[in-house]
């Protein structure tokens, strides 16, 4: 993030409402008041050099990246600020690592509306604070109409791993036991909800959050964590055919131990969904030895992320690469991965 | 990133060459099959976890983060890939820091050709090879036709402060002198001439490259460096004049002594502009404790990045906060920070 510039006699007067133009973007003085104004002052930043400089112990620290193109850009339960940050903090998290830092690129619209960026910025500092992190560096870019949609932000993140755990989907074994931290399918059904302006829309929020505290309850009661992962674009079934894939195992699920609201499973049956398949932006299931199964459930539901958590499967070897679903009727029903595209733009 | 998905036995044909739709960026098989083979393959990546760990020393890490949008995404000199790249690079070498690991997060238009999309990642690495650093994790979005514009890559970086300098506007002190790596106002002019098919077009290549090495050099001479900053957006007078504002310095910038290359100067007075203010992504500035200045300016030179290093100006106390040109004529003359938008999408 550049520095802030207000060292010149006829500086251009401060930043009352009004819309993005071109030279918001280009680097000159318009530029540093936006970068002043709205993301430093939200951010806490002092933002007067090219990067951050931070303090860390010697050890494995964590790196991540994701962009956010959802539409709407605010939704019930959160907005594309909120969940530009629990998406990174999310990602840390996923690899064991505490959030240290985070930074933040925008690119605008030329014509979006400067207190909508405000409202995002706002967001994003009570999203990084619930996850422990600073953002401490940044960038802005302005592209014309048309060019562009409102905001797009892509956050970056760094963590540190204050473990000897290899959190990865080559460390899941046969036998693992499979967790799973809540109810599924929300933040997709808001976001449709709110999108397409359908009925189910007022009584279904996003369950965009940080996941980071679930995770150290984890870690903090010792439990030997062989994979994490947060369910995103794909859903569930998606993101247990990686680990099925990666780790070259079977996966069992059992269809009944799956919570879904009831609202989200009308949402879904309304619009011809598998829950399933549905994005979420803060469940995530962790792979663990069977012998602390249940200590580690207790971890979770320790905590209000996960107060919900569930035993929802388990790791097998007969049939590699493959996600069986046991289904109410006690059949198993093969889950591949998603294929094409589902719900566009969810996060 | 996410993992490749090959355990299908419907899996999709390979990409071989098409467009991208919007159900490449739906979280499943068409998705990982693009990142497998057009950016993991590119990166020699594994890319199946939500990110990258790493191992540091104990230390000070520094982060940074930059969105692109330059147009046309391929100019002379480089593309959107290599000034990605360059430019995360060098924004780490700017707090003197080695580079050590890239993110790349790629928000991409639908109907983008993926030979485009391999152009670039090719080009990335290539450019991420250069910093000695590897692009580790990524993510990758789709929006709808004229909700984007090609592709806006945004990359983040991590590298290691291996000094115990504090380089940052605020070391800067009265006295100190000024280093340029070099000439100015190449990469403005080569993307104006890409864009607007002008004459100059051919005889002017882009500077950008990763400064890394040039650091390094004056790094390892044991300069006190005080500070650093490349000149990208609004210039070399925009970088000196937060320089000035940071510090409460005056900066004195000798006109003669920057080096502008004639074409340069000519396609500047063609379009009307003044080099000082065109964007740059190649060079840099540096000051250094006036004792060492000789020094400083030897390492540079010894790099092929800064060869044509030079020493253009002196930190004063007169002025506190502001840029004066000593001319040629050996007046001095006041230059403010870029006001507006001279040249948008130039990086």
Redesign the interface.
Known sequence: M???????PACPAPLQGGRV???H????????NLVREVFAAAFNSSA??????????????????????VRPMFFPGGDIGSLAVHGTL???A??G?RPL?L?????IEEGTEIEVLRRIARSMAAAAQSGGAAI?????????R????GV?I?T????L?EHNLEI???SIREGDVLLLSGDIGRHGMAVMGARENLSFESSLQSDSQCLWPAVRSLLEAGIDVHCL??L????LA?AL??F???AGVEIELEEEAVPVLPAVRAACEFLGLDPLYV?NEGRFVAVVPPRQAQAALIALRRTPEAEGAVVAGTVRAQRP??VSLRTRMGTLRNL??????????I?
Chains 1, 2 share one sequence.
């Open positions: 550049n520095p802030p510039s207000d060292f010149q133009t071109l030279a973007g280009g680097g000159g003085r318009l530029m540093h007067d050099h090219d990067g951050a400089v931070t303090q860390v112990p010697a050890g494995r620290i964590a790196t991540t990246t994701d962009g956010y193109v999310n990602d840390l996923m690899c690592a830092c930074s933040a690129a925008f690119i401490t560096t940044g960038d802005t870019k302005v592209v014309e048309d060019s562009g949609d797009y892509t970056a993140g760094v963590g791993c990865h989907p080559r992962r947060d995103t674009r794909g859903g998606t055919a990686e099925a894939r990666t994005a690469g493959q591949p991965m998603l294929s094409g595209e589902q719900l566009p733009r996060c």
